[in-house]
């Protein structure tokens, strides 16, 4: 019986990989193109032949991995109350800050570090921060809230401090939690 060795990524998925960890773990500003080809285990030439540069790089991993960031924070709409899909997000918000690689919102993070609202990264972490808003949103429509799109704002607002605190202390205190469900309940009745 011969057993095969899984084919060893494409180039440039081996450069995404390698930028979204260290992107995440040092910060953007903190990891130069050479450090992104060493850890893919790929030429600087090999980069610019899939990217215009480093910008390139930081936009199409968030553009590519933002997907799988936010897959676990989102419960399908055929699951639960849009409450209980709401407090989803901030429960699983408590079990990520629980590892202890855990750095806060990547797309924040990104955002707030390149201090550029208009740079391509910052274009896709608005792009993905929209869609939690949204999905708030919702969920507050559903539920009937008066203005869902207030309570929206609000939840997004407490989710990103909620990071932030979990990234500076390691978890989120159950008050984040609390006060979603507050903030809901308050919006709803």
Do not use: W
């Amino acid at each position: 019986m011969t057993t095969t060795t899984p084919a060893k990524p494409k180039p440039r998925d081996r450069v995404l990989a390698a930028a979204a960890r260290l992107f995440v773990r040092e910060g953007v500003n903190a990891v130069g193109i050479d450090r992104i080809a060493q850890e893919a285990e790929v030429s600087k030439r090999s980069i610019y032949q899939h990217f215009d540069g480093k910008d390139a790089v930081v936009a199409t991993m968030l553009q590519e991995y933002g997907p799988q960031v936010v897959a676990g924070y989102f419960a399908p709409d055929s699951e639960g109350t849009p409450r209980e899909r709401t407090l989803h997000v901030f429960e699983a918000l408590h079990e990520a800050a629980q590892v202890s690689d855990f750095y806060g919102c990547p797309f924040v993070n990104v955002a707030t570090e390149l201090r550029d609202r208009e740079h391509p990264a910052a274009v896709v972490a608005r792009h993905f921060k929209g869609e939690l808003t949204a999905y708030f949103e919702r969920q507050a429509a559903a539920a009937g809230a008066r203005d869902p799109r207030l309570l929206a704002v609000q939840l997004t607002l407490l989710f990103d401090g909620a990071s932030a605190s979990a990234a500076m202390r390691g978890g989120t205190p159950d008050a984040a939690l609390q006060a979603a469900a507050q903030l809901f309940d308050a919006a709803v009745a």
